[in-house]
T-cell receptor, first 114, second 113 residues
């Protein structure tokens, strides 16, 4: 069964450093999303991406965040200058092209900022 | 922003018991989804609901989309040990092109031996 994959599974970084989280969507899916989950809390939407541009973003997704799909397969989330409060699980999700299709989540990347 | 209230927050049951949890919202959703999350892993989709009043089953799981479009419930019958985890509801609003999911606060299911 096709699945969303994410790398790395765990990233430890120092405050102020840049990190790039990577996602490989399910083949043929067209809509891509990033969510985050702070430990013990609910999953929160960050950004949606379609046709090589951001379609919606939340207030969490400030200028420190960016997304791109550089090679047509990987979908990346970059945090330019990490803060302690960026420590969380980051999930990529993807959806096919038909209305009403569900979002499928990857296993997540645990980001720890020290 | 939209808020989803999910209850109960946690449940402690014995194996074989039935489980019921629900989500309510102050605003309308077009789609309700139920996910299960195991520790350290991503949410896994259990059931998707697209129409008000819809009742859908997936094995021992049954979920319904409330007729007001502001609520949904999930039932698990005859619970087994692998049902342990956190269950999240998620709603998708009706605006075309607005696909973000709003997640509930989760229900943690524990099975007492």
């Amino acid at each position: 069964e096709p699945e969303v994959t994410q790398t790395p599974s765990h990233q430890v970084t120092q405050m102020g450093q840049e990190v790039i989280l990577r996602c490989v969507p399910i083949s043929n899916h067209l809509y891509f999303y990033w969510y985050r989950q702070i430990l013990g809390q609910k999953v929160e939407f960050l950004v949606s991406f379609y046709n090589n541009e951001i379609s919606e973003k939340s207030e969490i997704f400030d200028d420190q965040f960016s997304v791109e799909r550089p090679d047509g397969s990987n979908f990346t989330l970059k945090i330019r200058s990490t803060k302690l409060e960026d420590s969380a699980m980051y999930f990529c999700a993807t959806r096919g092209g038909l209305a009403g299709e569900e979002q499928y989540f990857g296993p997540g990347t645990r980001l720890t900022v020290t | 922003g939209q808020q989803l209230n999910q209850s109960p927050q946690s449940m402690f049951i014995q194996e074989g018991e039935d489980v019921s949890m629900n989500c309510t919202s102050s605003s309308i959703f077009n789609t309700w989804l139920w996910y299960k999350q195991d520790p350290g892993e991503g949410p896994v989709l259990l059931i998707a609901l697209y129409k008000a009043g819809e009742l859908t089953s997936n094995g021992r799981l049954t979920a319904q989309f409330g007729i007001t479009r502001k609520d949904s419930f999930l039932n698990i019958s005859a619970s087994i040990p692998s049902d342990v985890g956190i269950y999240f509801c998620a709603g998708q609003p009706p605006l075309f092109g607005n696909e973000k999911l709003t997640f509930g606060t989760g229900t943690r299911l524990t099975i007492i031996p």
